[in-house]
Protein backbone atom coordinates (compact mmCIF):
# COMPACT_ATOMS: atom_id res chain seq x y z
CA UNK A 1 0.00 0.00 0.00
CA UNK A 2 0.94 3.36 -0.57
CA UNK A 3 4.03 2.96 -2.70
CA UNK A 4 2.71 4.26 -5.19
CA UNK A 5 1.86 7.93 -4.07
CA UNK A 6 4.33 10.52 -4.91
CA UNK A 7 6.02 13.05 -2.19
CA UNK A 8 3.99 16.55 -3.40
CA UNK A 9 6.11 19.59 -3.57
CA UNK A 10 5.60 21.62 -0.39
CA UNK A 11 3.12 24.79 -0.89
CA UNK A 12 5.63 27.95 -1.75
CA UNK A 13 3.62 30.19 -0.04
CA UNK A 14 3.60 28.44 3.21
CA UNK A 15 7.38 27.04 2.15
CA UNK A 16 8.38 30.49 2.97
CA UNK A 17 6.69 31.50 5.89
CA UNK A 18 8.24 28.20 7.67
CA UNK A 19 11.56 29.90 6.11
CA UNK A 20 11.09 32.98 7.67
CA UNK A 21 10.26 31.76 11.02
CA UNK A 22 13.20 29.86 11.04
CA UNK A 23 15.89 32.45 10.03
CA UNK A 24 17.55 34.05 13.30
CA UNK A 25 18.70 37.23 11.36
CA UNK A 26 17.09 40.13 13.84
CA UNK A 27 16.68 42.29 10.60
CA UNK A 28 14.72 39.88 8.64
CA UNK A 29 11.48 40.79 6.57
CA UNK A 30 8.92 38.90 5.72
CA UNK A 31 7.04 40.26 2.81
CA UNK A 32 5.42 36.73 1.35
CA UNK A 33 2.21 36.41 3.52
CA UNK A 34 -0.52 37.93 2.71
CA UNK A 35 -1.38 38.40 5.96
CA UNK A 36 -2.40 42.35 7.66
CA UNK A 37 0.52 43.06 9.98
CA UNK A 38 1.09 46.27 12.12
CA UNK A 39 3.64 49.01 12.08
CA UNK A 40 5.26 46.54 14.54
CA UNK A 41 5.34 43.27 12.34
CA UNK A 42 2.49 42.20 14.39
CA UNK A 43 -1.05 40.08 13.24
CA UNK A 44 -3.89 42.79 14.46
CA UNK A 45 -6.21 42.05 16.41
CA UNK A 46 -9.19 44.25 14.96
CA UNK A 47 -10.63 46.38 18.40
CA UNK A 48 -14.41 45.90 16.62
CA UNK A 49 -13.20 41.70 16.51
CA UNK A 50 -11.87 42.19 20.28
CA UNK A 51 -15.09 43.74 21.40
CA UNK A 52 -17.76 41.31 19.43
CA UNK A 53 -15.96 37.99 21.09
CA UNK A 54 -16.42 40.16 24.36
CA UNK A 55 -20.25 40.46 23.74
CA UNK A 56 -20.62 36.93 22.52
CA UNK A 57 -18.85 35.33 25.92
CA UNK A 58 -21.08 37.53 27.60
CA UNK A 59 -24.18 35.89 26.40
CA UNK A 60 -25.30 33.69 28.70
CA UNK A 61 -27.53 31.84 26.15
CA UNK A 62 -24.67 31.46 23.80
CA UNK A 63 -23.84 27.41 23.33
CA UNK A 64 -21.90 25.06 20.68
CA UNK A 65 -25.15 23.45 18.76
CA UNK A 66 -24.82 23.13 15.14
CA UNK A 67 -25.53 25.65 12.27
CA UNK A 68 -27.77 24.82 9.67
CA UNK A 69 -26.46 23.50 6.72
CA UNK A 70 -26.29 26.52 4.93
CA UNK A 71 -24.87 28.30 7.91
CA UNK A 72 -26.13 31.53 10.52
CA UNK A 73 -28.72 33.23 8.73
CA UNK A 74 -28.35 36.44 10.16
CA UNK A 75 -24.77 36.57 9.06
CA UNK A 76 -25.54 35.52 5.33
CA UNK A 77 -27.76 38.01 4.59
CA UNK A 78 -25.98 41.13 5.91
CA UNK A 79 -22.68 39.63 4.01
CA UNK A 80 -24.55 39.38 1.09
CA UNK A 81 -25.86 43.12 1.32
CA UNK A 82 -22.56 44.23 2.40
CA UNK A 83 -21.20 42.58 -1.25
CA UNK A 84 -24.27 43.88 -3.06
CA UNK A 85 -26.18 46.87 -1.41
CA UNK A 86 -28.79 46.72 1.12
CA UNK A 87 -31.29 47.59 -1.80
CA UNK A 88 -29.28 45.97 -4.66
CA UNK A 89 -32.67 44.49 -6.97
CA UNK A 90 -31.17 40.80 -6.86
CA UNK A 91 -32.39 41.10 -2.95
CA UNK A 92 -35.60 42.88 -2.99
CA UNK A 93 -36.55 40.49 -5.27
CA UNK A 94 -35.18 37.34 -3.25
CA UNK A 95 -32.79 36.07 -6.04
CA UNK A 96 -29.55 35.55 -3.85
CA UNK A 97 -28.70 32.18 -2.64
CA UNK A 98 -26.32 32.64 0.30
CA UNK A 99 -24.18 30.07 1.99
CA UNK A 100 -21.57 30.00 4.73
CA UNK A 101 -18.19 28.55 3.25
CA UNK A 102 -15.04 27.70 4.84
CA UNK A 103 -13.93 31.79 4.29
CA UNK A 104 -12.97 32.54 1.03
CA UNK A 105 -11.34 29.05 -0.17
CA UNK A 106 -14.58 27.45 0.76
CA UNK A 107 -16.52 29.66 -1.01
CA UNK A 108 -14.20 28.98 -4.70
CA UNK A 109 -14.61 25.31 -4.11
CA UNK A 110 -18.62 24.69 -2.98
CA UNK A 111 -18.49 27.69 -6.43
CA UNK A 112 -16.78 25.03 -8.17
CA UNK A 113 -18.22 22.00 -7.57
CA UNK A 114 -21.69 23.54 -8.06
CA UNK A 115 -20.64 24.78 -11.91
CA UNK A 116 -19.11 21.13 -12.17
CA UNK A 117 -22.25 19.34 -11.49
CA UNK A 118 -25.13 21.90 -12.77
CA UNK A 119 -23.79 24.57 -15.05
CA UNK A 120 -24.48 24.16 -19.03
CA UNK A 121 -21.30 24.26 -20.18
CA UNK A 122 -20.59 24.78 -24.02
CA UNK A 123 -18.15 22.10 -25.15
CA UNK A 124 -15.18 22.06 -22.64
CA UNK A 125 -15.91 22.34 -19.11
CA UNK A 126 -13.73 24.63 -18.47
CA UNK A 127 -13.26 28.00 -16.79
CA UNK A 128 -11.11 31.29 -17.45
CA UNK A 129 -8.37 32.86 -14.73
CA UNK A 130 -6.60 35.76 -15.15
CA UNK A 131 -2.58 35.06 -16.03
CA UNK A 132 -1.68 35.43 -13.11
CA UNK A 133 -4.08 34.52 -10.44
CA UNK A 134 -4.18 33.52 -6.68
CA UNK A 135 -2.50 29.97 -7.54
CA UNK A 136 -5.17 28.17 -5.53
CA UNK A 137 -7.40 28.91 -8.32
CA UNK A 138 -6.09 26.04 -10.40
CA UNK A 139 -6.01 23.35 -8.04
CA UNK A 140 -9.52 24.41 -6.88
CA UNK A 141 -11.33 23.66 -9.81
CA UNK A 142 -9.31 20.76 -10.96
CA UNK A 143 -10.19 19.37 -7.74
CA UNK A 144 -13.88 19.41 -8.90
CA UNK A 145 -13.45 18.27 -12.61
CA UNK A 146 -13.09 21.97 -14.55
CA UNK A 147 -9.82 22.48 -16.62
CA UNK A 148 -8.77 26.12 -16.18
CA UNK A 149 -7.79 28.09 -18.97
CA UNK A 150 -5.90 31.59 -19.05
CA UNK A 151 -6.91 35.34 -20.13
CA UNK A 152 -4.10 37.63 -20.64
CA UNK A 153 -4.80 39.81 -17.54
CA UNK A 154 -1.02 41.53 -17.02
CA UNK A 155 0.54 43.40 -19.36
CA UNK A 156 4.59 43.53 -17.24
CA UNK A 157 6.04 46.03 -19.87
CA UNK A 158 3.61 48.60 -17.89
CA UNK A 159 3.01 46.65 -14.67
CA UNK A 160 -0.95 47.16 -15.33
CA UNK A 161 -4.00 45.70 -16.91
CA UNK A 162 -3.26 43.85 -20.20
CA UNK A 163 -6.76 45.02 -21.07
CA UNK A 164 -6.87 44.23 -25.26
CA UNK A 165 -5.71 41.40 -24.41
CA UNK A 166 -8.21 40.91 -21.42
CA UNK A 167 -11.16 42.03 -23.35
CA UNK A 168 -9.71 39.91 -27.15
CA UNK A 169 -9.89 36.99 -24.91
CA UNK A 170 -13.43 37.33 -23.60
CA UNK A 171 -14.74 37.84 -26.80
CA UNK A 172 -12.64 34.90 -28.41
CA UNK A 173 -14.20 32.41 -25.43
CA UNK A 174 -16.96 29.99 -26.61
CA UNK A 175 -20.25 31.80 -25.86
CA UNK A 176 -21.25 30.67 -22.12
CA UNK A 177 -17.78 30.87 -20.78
CA UNK A 178 -16.88 30.71 -17.17
CA UNK A 179 -14.65 33.52 -15.94
CA UNK A 180 -13.01 33.61 -12.79
CA UNK A 181 -12.58 37.91 -11.76
CA UNK A 182 -10.79 39.49 -8.47
CA UNK A 183 -13.44 41.76 -7.31
CA UNK A 184 -11.11 44.06 -6.26
CA UNK A 185 -6.92 44.27 -5.41
CA UNK A 186 -6.36 41.39 -7.39
CA UNK A 187 -3.71 38.78 -6.18
CA UNK A 188 -0.98 38.99 -6.88
CA UNK A 189 -0.40 41.81 -9.15
CA UNK A 190 -2.24 44.74 -6.92
CA UNK A 191 -3.80 45.78 -10.63
CA UNK A 192 -7.37 46.28 -11.02
CA UNK A 193 -9.53 47.33 -14.04
CA UNK A 194 -10.89 51.09 -14.04
CA UNK A 195 -14.75 51.66 -13.88
CA UNK A 196 -14.60 52.37 -17.63
CA UNK A 197 -12.47 49.07 -18.27
CA UNK A 198 -15.08 47.06 -16.08
CA UNK A 199 -17.88 48.53 -17.84
CA UNK A 200 -16.53 47.01 -20.94
CA UNK A 201 -16.05 44.20 -19.72
CA UNK A 202 -19.34 43.59 -18.67
CA UNK A 203 -20.55 44.63 -21.88
CA UNK A 204 -18.72 41.80 -23.48
CA UNK A 205 -20.01 39.28 -20.98
CA UNK A 206 -23.10 39.89 -20.83
CA UNK A 207 -23.32 40.05 -24.76
CA UNK A 208 -21.30 36.68 -25.22
CA UNK A 209 -23.52 35.10 -22.44
CA UNK A 210 -20.77 34.65 -20.14
CA UNK A 211 -20.61 33.78 -16.53
CA UNK A 212 -19.01 35.90 -14.34
CA UNK A 213 -17.02 34.15 -11.19
CA UNK A 214 -16.41 36.60 -8.31
CA UNK A 215 -13.95 36.36 -5.92
CA UNK A 216 -13.79 38.49 -3.24
CA UNK A 217 -11.22 38.49 -0.66
CA UNK A 218 -10.19 41.99 -0.14
CA UNK A 219 -13.37 44.30 0.12
CA UNK A 220 -12.45 47.32 2.12
CA UNK A 221 -8.63 46.49 1.60
CA UNK A 222 -8.13 48.07 -1.76
CA UNK A 223 -9.70 51.61 -0.91
CA UNK A 224 -10.28 51.93 2.15
CA UNK A 225 -13.87 51.93 1.57
CA UNK A 226 -16.60 49.05 1.37
CA UNK A 227 -18.80 50.16 -0.90
CA UNK A 228 -15.85 51.38 -3.24
CA UNK A 229 -14.43 48.13 -3.37
CA UNK A 230 -18.01 46.43 -4.58
CA UNK A 231 -18.21 48.97 -7.28
CA UNK A 232 -17.22 46.27 -9.73
CA UNK A 233 -19.36 43.44 -8.61
CA UNK A 234 -22.78 45.76 -8.12
CA UNK A 235 -22.14 46.93 -11.64
CA UNK A 236 -22.32 43.59 -13.23
CA UNK A 237 -24.89 42.30 -11.13
CA UNK A 238 -26.99 45.71 -11.66
CA UNK A 239 -26.52 45.04 -15.33
CA UNK A 240 -28.15 41.64 -14.83
CA UNK A 241 -24.74 39.58 -15.43
CA UNK A 242 -24.98 36.15 -14.47
CA UNK A 243 -22.93 35.64 -11.71
CA UNK A 244 -21.86 34.61 -8.50
CA UNK A 245 -19.35 35.70 -5.42
CA UNK A 246 -17.14 34.19 -3.44
CA UNK A 247 -16.75 36.37 -0.42
CA UNK A 248 -13.89 35.84 2.62
CA UNK A 249 -13.88 37.81 6.06
CA UNK A 250 -10.47 36.63 6.73
CA UNK A 251 -8.52 40.02 5.30
CA UNK A 252 -10.87 42.39 6.41
CA UNK A 253 -12.09 41.46 9.74
CA UNK A 254 -8.23 39.99 10.19
CA UNK A 255 -10.20 36.45 10.85
CA UNK A 256 -7.86 34.31 8.73
CA UNK A 257 -8.41 31.33 11.12
CA UNK A 258 -11.39 31.38 11.70
CA UNK A 259 -12.36 30.61 8.09
CA UNK A 260 -15.98 33.13 7.75
CA UNK A 261 -16.91 33.31 4.55
CA UNK A 262 -19.69 33.02 1.88
CA UNK A 263 -20.75 32.27 -1.59
CA UNK A 264 -23.86 33.89 -3.03
CA UNK A 265 -25.26 32.83 -6.27
CA UNK A 266 -27.56 35.57 -7.80
CA UNK A 267 -30.80 33.60 -9.46
CA UNK A 268 -32.47 34.78 -12.58
CA UNK A 269 -35.68 34.37 -10.64
CA UNK A 270 -36.68 33.85 -6.88
CA UNK A 271 -38.21 30.20 -7.55
CA UNK A 272 -34.53 29.78 -9.20
CA UNK A 273 -32.63 30.72 -6.51
CA UNK A 274 -35.06 28.51 -4.41
CA UNK A 275 -34.19 25.53 -6.55
CA UNK A 276 -30.25 26.58 -6.41
CA UNK A 277 -30.38 26.97 -3.03
CA UNK A 278 -31.60 23.10 -2.22
CA UNK A 279 -28.73 21.60 -4.49
CA UNK A 280 -26.05 23.92 -2.48
CA UNK A 281 -27.32 22.18 0.74
CA UNK A 282 -27.03 18.69 -0.22
CA UNK A 283 -23.59 19.63 -1.83
CA UNK A 284 -22.50 21.68 1.69
CA UNK A 285 -24.11 18.58 3.44
CA UNK A 286 -21.92 15.99 1.99
CA UNK A 287 -18.59 18.25 1.91
CA UNK A 288 -18.27 19.70 5.66
CA UNK A 289 -22.33 18.78 7.16
CA UNK A 290 -22.65 22.47 8.43
CA UNK A 291 -20.25 25.73 8.50
CA UNK A 292 -18.48 27.00 11.68
CA UNK A 293 -20.20 29.08 14.50
CA UNK A 294 -17.69 31.21 15.99
CA UNK A 295 -16.17 33.59 13.36
CA UNK A 296 -19.89 33.95 11.50
CA UNK A 297 -21.53 34.65 14.75
CA UNK A 298 -18.52 37.70 15.44
CA UNK A 299 -19.21 39.19 11.91
CA UNK A 300 -22.96 38.78 12.58
CA UNK A 301 -22.62 40.76 15.46
CA UNK A 302 -20.30 43.23 13.36
CA UNK A 303 -22.52 43.28 10.51
CA UNK A 304 -25.98 43.78 12.06
CA UNK A 305 -25.11 46.42 14.59
CA UNK A 306 -24.58 49.93 13.15
CA UNK A 307 -22.06 51.08 15.78
CA UNK A 308 -19.88 47.97 16.03
CA UNK A 309 -20.47 48.41 11.84
CA UNK A 310 -19.08 51.81 11.75
CA UNK A 311 -16.15 50.79 14.03
CA UNK A 312 -15.47 48.02 12.10
CA UNK A 313 -15.30 50.62 8.64
CA UNK A 314 -12.84 52.43 10.46
CA UNK A 315 -10.31 49.70 11.17
CA UNK A 316 -10.50 48.80 7.73
CA UNK A 317 -9.50 52.32 6.84
CA UNK A 318 -6.60 51.50 9.69
CA UNK A 319 -5.42 49.01 7.70
CA UNK A 320 -5.87 49.96 4.04
CA UNK A 321 -4.73 53.44 4.88
CA UNK A 322 -1.68 52.62 6.94
CA UNK A 323 -0.75 49.88 3.30
CA UNK A 324 -1.21 53.15 0.92
CA UNK A 325 1.03 54.78 3.47
CA UNK A 326 3.93 52.16 2.93
CA UNK A 327 3.47 52.36 -1.10
CA UNK A 328 3.83 56.30 -0.73
CA UNK A 329 7.19 55.75 1.30
CA UNK A 330 8.75 52.69 -0.49
CA UNK A 331 7.86 54.70 -3.78
CA UNK A 332 9.93 58.40 -2.53
CA UNK A 333 12.54 56.49 -1.17
CA UNK A 334 13.16 54.52 -4.24
CA UNK A 335 13.01 57.97 -6.79
CA UNK A 336 13.97 60.70 -4.54
CA UNK A 337 16.47 59.04 -1.95
CA UNK A 338 17.94 56.14 -3.99
CA UNK A 339 17.09 57.08 -6.92
CA UNK A 340 16.84 53.69 -8.09
CA UNK A 341 16.91 52.85 -11.61
CA UNK A 342 13.65 52.13 -13.43
CA UNK A 343 9.96 53.64 -13.23
CA UNK A 344 8.02 52.99 -9.47
CA UNK A 345 5.01 54.47 -10.03
CA UNK A 346 3.15 51.19 -10.62
CA UNK A 347 4.06 50.99 -6.62
CA UNK A 348 1.76 53.57 -5.43
CA UNK A 349 -0.91 53.14 -8.64
CA UNK A 350 -1.42 49.39 -7.43
CA UNK A 351 -3.56 48.47 -4.65
CA UNK A 352 -4.56 46.09 -2.16
CA UNK A 353 -1.87 43.88 -0.11
CA UNK A 354 0.20 43.01 -3.07
CA UNK A 355 2.40 44.98 -5.24
CA UNK A 356 4.30 43.51 -8.27
CA UNK A 357 7.42 45.26 -8.35
CA UNK A 358 8.40 43.64 -11.80
CA UNK A 359 11.58 42.34 -10.09
CA UNK A 360 12.05 39.04 -12.08
CA UNK A 361 13.09 35.33 -9.87
CA UNK A 362 16.72 36.03 -9.82
CA UNK A 363 16.66 39.24 -8.25
CA UNK A 364 13.65 38.23 -5.76
CA UNK A 365 15.85 34.85 -4.67
CA UNK A 366 19.05 37.30 -4.12
CA UNK A 367 16.58 39.23 -1.52
CA UNK A 368 15.66 36.31 0.07
CA UNK A 369 19.07 35.23 0.30
CA UNK A 370 21.33 37.82 0.58
CA UNK A 371 18.91 40.70 2.25
CA UNK A 372 17.03 37.82 4.57
CA UNK A 373 13.75 39.64 2.90
CA UNK A 374 11.13 36.83 1.98
CA UNK A 375 9.11 37.49 -1.23
CA UNK A 376 8.02 34.80 -3.62
CA UNK A 377 9.90 34.49 -6.48
CA UNK A 378 7.50 36.19 -9.36
CA UNK A 379 8.84 39.58 -7.26
CA UNK A 380 5.40 39.75 -5.34
CA UNK A 381 5.88 41.50 -2.12
CA UNK A 382 2.76 41.82 1.01
CA UNK A 383 2.85 45.84 1.37
CA UNK A 384 1.47 44.97 4.66
CA UNK A 385 4.97 43.65 5.87
CA UNK A 386 6.59 47.09 5.48
CA UNK A 387 6.49 49.62 7.98
CA UNK A 388 8.13 52.40 9.53
CA UNK A 389 11.15 50.32 11.22
CA UNK A 390 11.83 48.06 7.80
CA UNK A 391 11.00 50.30 5.04
CA UNK A 392 14.13 52.22 4.40
CA UNK A 393 16.14 48.98 4.98
CA UNK A 394 13.93 46.82 2.21
CA UNK A 395 14.37 50.09 -0.20
CA UNK A 396 17.83 49.90 0.01
CA UNK A 397 18.04 46.47 -0.80
CA UNK A 398 15.98 46.49 -3.66
CA UNK A 399 17.58 49.19 -4.83
CA UNK A 400 20.94 47.14 -4.54
CA UNK A 401 18.95 43.98 -6.50
CA UNK A 402 18.11 46.10 -8.88
CA UNK A 403 21.33 48.11 -10.25
CA UNK A 404 22.87 43.92 -9.55
N1 LIG B 1 -9.08 34.40 -3.15
C1 LIG B 1 -8.00 35.18 -3.21
C2 LIG B 1 -7.76 35.96 -4.43
C3 LIG B 1 -7.12 35.24 -2.13
O1 LIG B 1 -6.05 36.03 -2.22
C4 LIG B 1 -7.38 34.48 -0.98
C5 LIG B 1 -6.44 34.50 0.19
N2 LIG B 1 -5.11 34.43 -0.07
C6 LIG B 1 -8.53 33.68 -0.97
C7 LIG B 1 -9.35 33.67 -2.06
C8 LIG B 1 -8.95 32.80 0.15
O2 LIG B 1 -8.64 33.14 1.42
P1 LIG B 1 -9.39 32.52 2.66
O3 LIG B 1 -9.77 31.12 2.35
O4 LIG B 1 -8.40 32.63 3.76
O5 LIG B 1 -10.59 33.38 2.87
Redesign the pocket.
Known amino acids: TWESVPLAPPDSIFNLIAAFAADPTPHKVNLSV ?1 AYRDNDGKPWVLPVVKKATQLLLNNPTLDHEYLSIIGLPAFTSAAAKLILAPDAPAITEGRVVSVQT ?7 HLGALFLSRFYQFNGNKQVYLSKP ?2 V ?2 YAVFKNVGITPVEYPYFDPRTLGVDFDGFKSALVDAPTRSIVLM ?1 ACA ?3 TGVDPSREQWEEIANIILSKGHFAFF ?4 QGFASGDLNNDAWAVRHFANKGVPLLI ?1 Q ?4 NAGL ?1 GE ?3 ALHVIAPTSEAAKRIRSQLSVLQRSEISNPPAHGARLMSLILNDPKLFEEWDRDIKTMAHRIISMREQLYKLLTEEFKTPGNWEHITKQIG ?1 FSFTGLNQQQSLALVEKAHIYLTNNGRISMAGLNTHNIRYVAECLDKVVRG
Not at 248 to 251: E, G, Q, T
Request: proline share 3%; charged share 10%.
Open positions: GISGTGANTWNHHHNPDSAYCSFAKYRVGM
